[in-house]
């Protein structure tokens, strides 16, 4: 049972993944680049802790509103990349609902746009553009995406967690807050009831 919620949840991520990477080829190609050029730190979730505590860096969380009140890391700065679609107009209505058709029953996520206020957000938060920041979101796309925006906008000490807070183990944040563990908060809607299911009947058979 324990691999079928294994293969579940690499299905999950799957579906996410293809979504936002489209997005982050469509928002700031070329983004992966500062990456492979060193510009941009890549920080897997099992050094974050020693990248937070011991090198300075402050941890950025970009994800949207209703993923961070599941699970969010205890002290860190949150400013959404990606906030809820609210216009009315009938083709925003028409994609809101292909979009919760398509991934939004599953996935339980809802119809985005980026936000616009982003860096200006960022910057009163973290007015030094010399600090470090850690930017981390669940996957790792939406991230990559909002690392570009704030290297171009001044920020030149930037981590990225790679892989997102989904590739954490439990002890790699151990100041977590929320009703759920740091790498399902991406998980919502049907495909969060039948991990839920998998797991009842993981226990059950233990």
């Known amino acids: ?9 690499a299905f999950h991520t799957e579906l996410r993944n293809k979504v936002f990477l489209v997005r982050a080829q469509q928002a700031a190609p070329g983004q992966q680049e500062l990456i492979r050029s060193g510009a941009v730190r890549a920080i897997p979730p099992r050094d974050a802790a020693v990248a937070l505590q011991a090198e300075g860096f402050r941890l950025l969380d970009i994800r949207p509103a209703w993923e961070h009140s599941k699970a969010r890391v205890s002290g860190a700065l949150h400013v959404p990349f990606f906030v809820e679609d609210t216009d009315g107009t009938p083709l925003t209505l028409l994609k809101k609902w292909v ?5 939004g029953l599953w996935t339980g996520q809802l ?4 936000n616009e206020r982003f ?5 009163v938060l ?14 790792g796309l939406r991230s990559l995406i909002a690392v570009r925006v704030l290297h171009e906008g001044g920020y030149k000490n930037l981590g990225w967690l790679a892989g997102g807070f989904n590739r954490a183990g439990d002890g ?17 809607g049907a495909s969060y009831i039948f991990l839920q299911l ?4 993981k226990v059950f058979k233990d």
């Open 119 to 123: 860096l200006t957000e960022v910057e």
């Open 198 to 201: 998998l797991t009842l009947l």
């Open 172 to 188: 790699d944040f151990p100041q977590v807050e929320g009703t759920r563990k740091l790498q399902y908060a991406t998980i919502g």
């Open 111 to 114: 119809l985005t746009t980026i």
């Open 126 to 139: 973290v007015p030094n553009k010399d600090d470090k920041v850690l930017v981390a979101c669940g996957e």
């Open 99 to 103: 979009h919760f058709g398509y991934i």
């Open 1 to 9: 049972m324990a691999a079928g919620a294994m293969h579940f949840f």
